[in-house]
């Protein structure tokens, strides 16, 4: 089914595919669109994500495989990207390109930024006084991006990738990925509102591939077996659900950049 690629080395087609995918989700107003997905990591509550616990890659690996799925169902070929914040193109230019030009196709780039639209007025305020996202009562998501070349650095994940167990493995990742949101900025940087910015989905599908990668280095090693039946709410999946990406019908190219 899905391959993912590298969001740095996307073809302008697999780019403009991407474009329409997020278009599309963006314009559905149920279930199936961008407000219902986003919400469900964090605002309207209740805040349904998984973080700094054991569940942590499971929950999201559910979370970005039923968001893929969402944006299959407008456009059947598009798969997820992930961004390689340890590349050297990352240290010179932060985010990748499709993520971060103003237009494309002649129109606003849906991967620059999106709308918040289910937020209450006070909410509205709260957050807009915070920094994380934009003030009025239209608000959108925003960035505020740190130098690029202080994203983590290949060797801090070549060594993470070496833990031997997954409670290792999943402390030391999540560590990095939270720098990352930090990195980023603005409505990034916080659980409420960080899974409606685009890159969003693009940096956890990269923290995904670290995790198959992890997967691939240490066969037999994986979570608690007290918690493979654990539900994975509110995902019809369990932490077993998640442990096979080829079982959930995606996989990694193999692409580096340079
Ligand atoms: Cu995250």
């Known amino acids: 089914m899905g391959v993912r690629k590298n969001a740095g080395l996307l073809t302008a087609a697999e780019a403009t595919t991407l474009r329409q995918a997020f278009g599309r989700v963006l314009g559905l107003d149920d279930e199936r669109g961008y407000q219902y997905q986003a919400g469900i990591h964090g605002l309207p509550l209740p805040t349904s994500c998984q973080h700094h616990h054991p569940l942590f890659l499971p929950w999201h690996r559910a979370y970005v495989y039923l968001f893929e799925r969402a944006l299959q169902d407008q456009v059947a070929s598009v798969a997820l990207p992930w961004w390689d914040w340890t590349s050297a193109a990352a240290h010179r230019e932060g985010m ?24 209450t007025a006070a909410q509205r305020r709260q957050l807009a006084a915070n920094g994380l996202i934009t003030s009025g009562t239209r608000p959108r998501t925003f960035r505020d991006p740190e130098v690029p070349d202080e994203l983590p650095r ?10 031997p167990t997954f409670d290792d493995f999943t402390t030391r990742l999540e560590n990095v990925h939270d720098a990352v949101h930090v990195w980023v900025g603005g409505s990034m940087s916080a659980v409420p509102v ?4 685009p890159i969003f989905w693009a940096h956890h599908c990269m923290i995904d591939r670290l995790w198959y990668l992890w997967q691939l280095r240490h066969p037999g090693a994986g979570p608690p077996a007290a918690l493979l039946r654990q ?12 442990l096979d990406i080829g079982r959930l019908g995606y996989s990694y190219a193999v692409q580096v950049v340079s």
């Open 96 to 119: 990748p390109a499709p993520y971060t030009v103003r237009t494309a196709d002649g129109t606003p780039n849906p991967l620059l930024d999106a709308p918040i639209t289910v937020l």
């Open 154 to 163: 290949a060797a801090t994940i070549n060594s993470i990738l070496q833990a």
């Open 194 to 197: 960080a899974a409606y910015d």
């Open 231 to 242: 539900a994975l709410a509110p995902f019809p999946m369990t932490v077993a659900d998640t």
